[in-house]
């Protein structure tokens, strides 16, 4: 059986909560991604925010985006797995909450994020499958 940290993108990178939506979207922009965690100054992640939250609460309600505080646009504590859990847990998790993106975290500490793609690619067709159909359905 593998681990996370064996299929995950090492190496992620997070906004912080004093940045604003703005420095969230930019960040978004130059590495190619449309979700990102949110850390706070103790480097602990607080949550996630994807490009969709800055369009709708931030570009929709008219906001400023260079001084919405990205802390402000987490959606909820944020759910993680740890670097050395199973894929099987992480597919349990990623089915069990309806994401696509999950922060991987080794201690309290980001080392990475795995993906939808990332299971896709190393997990047997029925199980991606079953993840993909519960993620169409939120």
């Known amino acids: ?6 299929i995950m993108h090492p190496g992620a990178d997070c906004v912080r909560t ?34 969709r939250d800055i369009v709708i609460k931030v570009v929709a309600e008219g906001r400023d ?3 919405f505080p990205a802390g402000d646009l987490n959606q909820q504590e944020a ?5 050395d859990d199973s894929t099987d847990e992480a597919m349990r998790v990623m089915n069990e909450h309806r994401i696509r993106r999950l922060p991987v975290i080794d201690g309290q ?5 795995v993906t939808v793609a990332d299971m ?4 047997p ?9 519960s993620l169409s359905e939120a």
């Open 109 to 113: 500490r980001l080392v990475g994020m």
């Open 125 to 133: 067709e029925p199980r991606v499958g079953e993840l993909v159909e």
């Open 65 to 67: 985006a260079g001084t």
């Open 18 to 51: 004093e940045e604003t939506a703005a420095d969230a979207a930019r960040l978004m922009a130059r590495l190619g991604v449309g979700a990102l965690p949110i850390c706070g100054k103790d480097d602990r992640i607080k949550g996630m925010v994807t490009d």
């Open 79 to 83: 759910v993680t797995i740890g670097a």
């Open 120 to 123: 896709a690619r190393t997990m």
């Open 1 to 6: 059986m593998s681990t996370v940290r064996e």
